[in-house]
């Protein structure tokens, strides 16, 4: 069964930084690219970041730039998100997502999400 793990969500306080995993089971890994959305509260989903199969292209939304980096460690089949400088905008459900090339459009599948709470 192909499936997306998130985890490492939590509550922070502005200014700090958490650490999120997306890992995957049931397909190669390493074929895939892994994208990261968010959804905050009322708001449409957002792309976060994306990382290309192997790991050697990035892209950032450019509220993200310099706050937030994205890597991959195929071995564990797993890619995270180290999120620092967190503000309350930075609140919301984040989830991880497979596709065929680093894109925020045909994603194959998703995972179930993973709540970040950013608050004094």
């Known amino acids: 069964q192909l499936q997306l793990v998130e985890s490492g969500g939590g509550w922070v306080q502005p200014g700090g930084s958490l650490t999120l995993s997306c890992t995957g089971d049931?397909?190669?890994?390493?074929?895939?690219?892994i994208t990261w959305f968010r959804r905050a509260p009322g708001k449409e989903r957002e792309g976060v970041s994306c990382i290309s199969q192997n790991g050697g292209f990035v892209n950032y939304q450019d509220s993200m730039t310099g706050r937030f980096t994205i890597s991959r460690d195929d071995a564990k089949n797993t890619v995270y998100l180290q999120m620092n400088s967190l503000t309350p905008e930075d609140t919301g459900v984040y989830y991880c997502?497979?596709?065929?090339?680093?894109?925020?459009?045909?994603?194959?599948?998703w995972g179930k999400g993973t709540l970040v709470t950013v608050s004094a």
């Open positions: 049931g397909f190669t890994f390493n074929s895939y690219a």
């Open positions: 997502a497979a596709s065929i090339g680093c894109q925020y459009y045909n994603i194959d599948f």
